[in-house]
């Protein structure tokens, strides 16, 4: 009888520890659906050349767009009927009905942090959602195809500018000196933001070629940068 009894008491506990974990297991589950965040987003209009895959930072005068998306229980929540403000650093930008996006010209300049907040209330909750974006200044990069030293009489450069406030990069004005003498344009050329120098044959004596450059915003002359690059031809 007491060995029955002992059986029977084992069983019941065996079943009470998978009934607990059954609970465990269901509540965790439950916690992990009731989560609720925010996805953030946000770009801006300066260009970046077409190899560059990170964010293309704003500039003063850049436009940046940002938006973001409510997930609750998992899902994307709809905000149609949900009042949403925008404040800039600070002040009040805009508000609306499902205003889930907003776009505004950067008034900040280098180095500045732009603090752009979005808030909301839903069941009673008062949320937000905060964007940090920094401010850049415009960069350009001399891409040297030749190397530092180099036996060739043929030496290719290609300027890459970043964050400038245009759409192409034929947009911007290319200022080419080679020991700090001017590199006059040539007419008609369909890309001007490339450089090619040839030295001549009779120089067989190792010189260093320092090739600089300035870009320019025509629309607005702020918007400059510079480099420079050098070879050591042998």
Not at 39 to 56: A, M, P, V
Not at 115 to 133: C, H, P, V, W, Y
Request: no cysteine; proline share 4%; charged share 15%.
């Amino acid at each position: 009888m007491s060995i029955a009894i002992n059986a029977f008491q084992k069983i019941s506990i065996t079943a009470i520890f998978f009934i607990a974990l059954i609970f465990i297991s269901q509540s965790s589950n439950t916690f992990a659906t009731e989560k609720t965040y925010f996805i953030r987003t946000w770009n801006s209009s300066s260009y970046t050349h077409e190899s560059y895959i990170g964010k293309n930072f704003p500039i003063e005068k850049s436009v940046i767009t940002a938006s973001f998306e409510y997930i609750e229980n998992g899902k994307q929540v709809n905000l149609n009927n949900t009042l949403i403000t925008w404040l800039l650093n600070g002040k009040p930008l805009i508000s609306g009905l499902n205003r889930q996006t907003v776009s505004f010209i950067n008034k900040n300049f280098e180095g500045d942090n732009i603090i752009l907040e979005a808030k909301m209330n839903r069941n009673g909750q008062d949320l937000s959602t905060i964007f940090e974006i920094k401010v850049n200044s415009p960069i350009a990069i001399i891409r040297n195809g030749n190397g530092l030293n180099t036996s060739n009489k043929i030496l290719n450069y290609e300027a890459i500018p970043y964050f400038f406030n245009v759409g192409s990069i034929s947009d911007l004005n290319y200022t080419w000196f080679v020991n700090n003498e001017l590199i006059p344009p040539e007419e008609n050329n369909d890309s001007p933001w490339r450089l090619q120098l040839i030295i001549p044959k009779k120089n067989n004596s190792r010189k260093k070629i320092i090739t600089s450059l300035h870009i320019l915003n025509p629309t607005n002359e702020l918007e400059t940068s510079k480099n420079e690059t050098f070879n050591i031809t042998q």
